[in-house]
């Protein structure tokens, strides 16, 4: 107990607290637009993509994250565009986008001389190295979030569940699907130094997922989702610590561990309640 409350003492543990947080909230409220949506494999697709951006980063000595910043919104634009505006099929765009990022990416930083120390965080996530500048950005996306989420609320809702009841009634349907598409691309972005780019399209999901079992009510879901991704990012994150294990994977492992308790607590609860009803 002792030696918990001297980890907290830590600045860098405490950073990796704050990023917890803002991690949750900001995937919590962005993942459940990507899972009522059905927009996992666009999420994927710009997840992948952002690694032209930091390959091009460490090339030219840029920040990679602003590298994969850039790169992201512009996929994510690049799909929605593409595959509303031209015959090629979503799925196909997304697949070609997510192979040019990917392969821009490796190629860069190929042609950079010397070592990149830190492309395995971007790629795993490391979130015991979470800078202040990263705290701040995410901070700063979550209250971003929250506003656009508290103003239009409404609009976002039909668009996810049924965009064309929100054509007809004459929503904006094209404005909150590119606005919605980017805050995603900016939301994974912001996210890669906790979890890195192979695993942050499970923070958008797992959670959700989870709170979708137990709740259909659209703002439940993205407070559940909240509160599980943060409960399964502090956790991973003790255990990863203590254990000398990489603090992404373990956060991962620990919200699919979540998930499956999930399950089974669910089925346990509705064979009892069909035995109470047999009875």
């Not at 512009?74 to 565009?81: F, P, R």
């Not at 989702?225 to 991962?252: E, M, V």
Request: proline share 2%; charged share 10%.
């Amino acid at each position: 107990m002792d030696s918990l409350i001297e980890l907290f003492g830590y600045s860098f543990f405490q950073n990796a607290i704050l990023a917890a947080l803002f991690t949750s909230i900001s995937c919590g409220i962005v993942g459940a637009y990507i899972v009522a949506k059905r927009i996992v494999f666009i999420s994927g697709g710009i997840t992948h993509a952002s690694f032209g951006g930091i390959g091009i980063g460490y090339f030219f000595g840029f920040s990679p994250l602003l590298g994969a910043m850039l790169f992201s919104v512009m996929s994510a634009l690049g799909i929605e565009y593409l595959s509303k505006k031209s015959e090629i099929r979503e799925d196909s765009v997304i697949a070609i986008l997510w192979s040019l990022g990917m392969a821009i990416g490796i190629i860069f930083i190929f042609l950079t001389p010397g070592y990149s120390t830190n492309l395995m965080s971007y790629l795993f996530g490391n979130i015991l190295t979470v800078s202040k500048l990263n705290i701040y950005l995410l901070g700063s996306l979550c209250i971003v979030l929250v506003g656009i989420f508290y103003f239009m609320y409404k609009t976002i809702l039909f668009v996810a569940f049924d965009e064309e009841f929100a054509r007809a009634i004459k929503l904006p349907v094209e404005f909150t699907n590119y606005l919605m598409i980017t805050l995603v691309a900016l939301t994974i972005v912001l996210n890669i130094r906790v979890v890195g780019i192979i695993l942050v399209i499970s923070l958008l999901t797992i959670p959700q997922t989870i709170a979708g079992i137990y709740s259909k009510d659209f703002k439940k879901i993205i407070l559940l989702s909240i509160i599980i991704g943060f409960a399964g990012s502090f956790f991973g994150l003790l255990i990863s610590y203590y254990f000398n294990i990489p603090s992404g994977a373990t956060i991962i492992f620990f919200m699919v561990v979540l998930f499956i308790l999930a399950k089974i607590i669910k089925s346990l609860f509705v064979s009892i309640s069909l035995k109470k009803q047999l009875k």
